[in-house]
């Protein structure tokens, strides 16, 4: 929309005349101003972040994964030689199985993986796949009581958007069942307001519609022009931006500056309610996407996210995947020849061993 606001009014005279719904009508419009502007900060920080972060990871994820790719070719070649223990022969087995695994889980279509996968296991990743998904639909039963044994599901991401759609469809049909129940007389009142709400949300709509109609515009530039504000005006009614088609009807020249002192009783308060619930709408919003990246980064909950605490994020990152990355290359060393490997075997059981006195 244009950087005007529609708080541009002359504070002192609106100060001695305004009511407390016009008072409150400016203050609903502040905050979502402010949470706008920290929606955008966020979003800035956010794909700053992720731009330096990647520019330092990828790289250092893809050595990490040439490395781990290189142990399982190397322990297949070691296992095609002759002069192995049993004992020996499981353990290699195991190893490259366990890691060829979790190649796989980030990539199932590498080819070369899976056929060492298959050769070494004692059932095909596709069939390990398989009961891994049987696993999490029993769990599924039993835990969140969803049976999905009919259901056609090929991958865990299949399993997962099963569950959302079953908890989807319970959610709805509990609201239809709780909407079939006798309402009170304060869900009455409250739904009738709502409905009056959206009715003058759509007026507002119908108007701007009808002033902007980009198609009754000669000026190609104009006309291009008219046609972002009409898809901006048709998003903000989809979800009930309020503030963004008042802004509208102020950049069109609409309505004046001080517009709160204009409408009337009845139309000003179901505006508050729309606003109050895009302030509250905006708010969960933000929210919702810090805590999923407070998730999805492993940062301490409720914490506010600054420019420093994601660099330090992104170094110790970079800092874990370059040791990961050393670890692997020693391994390959131990790998190098079969003597190396069968002491490093011989080590391990023996650690084993002592873990288990312990």
């Avoid at 739904?191 to 190609?220: G, I, M, W």
Wanted: proline share 3%; net charge negative; hydrophobic share 35%.
């Amino acid at each position: 929309m244009s950087g005007k606001s529609l708080l541009h009014v002359p504070r002192t005279a609106a100060r001695t005349a305004a009511s407390p719904a016009q008072d409150r009508f400016r203050y609903l419009i502040e905050q979502i101003e402010k949470m706008r502007r920290a929606r955008a900060e966020w979003d800035e920080l956010v794909v700053e972040f992720k731009s330096t972060h990647a520019d330092r990871i990828h790289p250092l994820r893809a050595s990490l994964k040439q490395v781990t790719r290189e142990t399982v070719f190397v322990i297949d070649r070691l296992l095609d030689q002759k002069g192995w223990s049993r004992a020996d022969q499981s353990a290699l087995k195991e190893i490259a199985c366990h890691t060829a695994e979790a190649l796989l889980h980030a990539n199932p279509d590498d080819v070369e993986i899976r056929t060492i996968f298959d050769r070494h296991s004692s059932m095909t990743f596709q069939e390990a796949q398989r009961e891994e998904i049987e696993d999490l639909k029993q769990q599924a039963k039993e835990h969140m009581g969803i049976d999905l044994d009919d259901a056609d599901i090929e991958s865990e991401e299949d399993l997962v958007q099963h569950v959302y759609e079953r908890m989807k469809d319970d959610e709805a049909r509990q609201q239809e069942h709780s909407a079939e129940r006798r309402k009170s007389r304060g869900q009455q009142k409250a739904e009738a307001s709502a409905q009056t709400a959206k009715r003058y949300l759509r007026e507002l709509y119908r108007k701007l519609v009808s002033a902007v109609h980009p198609d009754r515009e000669a000026d190609a530039a104009r006309r291009a022009e008219k046609n972002e504000l009409m898809q901006q005006i048709n998003r903000a009614y989809a979800t009930n931006d309020l503030l963004t088609l008042l802004e509208a009807q102020r950049q069109l020249e609409l309505i004046d500056p001080d517009h709160a002192n204009q409408l009337g009783s009845e139309r000003l308060q179901q505006f508050n309610r729309l606003l109050a619930e895009q302030l509250e709408a905006a708010k969960t919003e933000l929210r919702s996407l810090q805590d999923a990246f407070r998730v999805d980064h492993e940062l301490p909950p409720g914490r506010a996210v600054n420019p420093q605490d994601l660099h330090l994020l992104s170094q110790r990152r970079a800092r874990e995947l370059r040791a990961h990355i050393n670890q692997q290359k020693r391994f390959l060393e131990v790998l190098a020849n079969k003597g190396s490997t069968k002491r490093w075997l011989k080590e391990q059981r023996r650690f084993d061993v002592d873990s288990d006195e312990d």
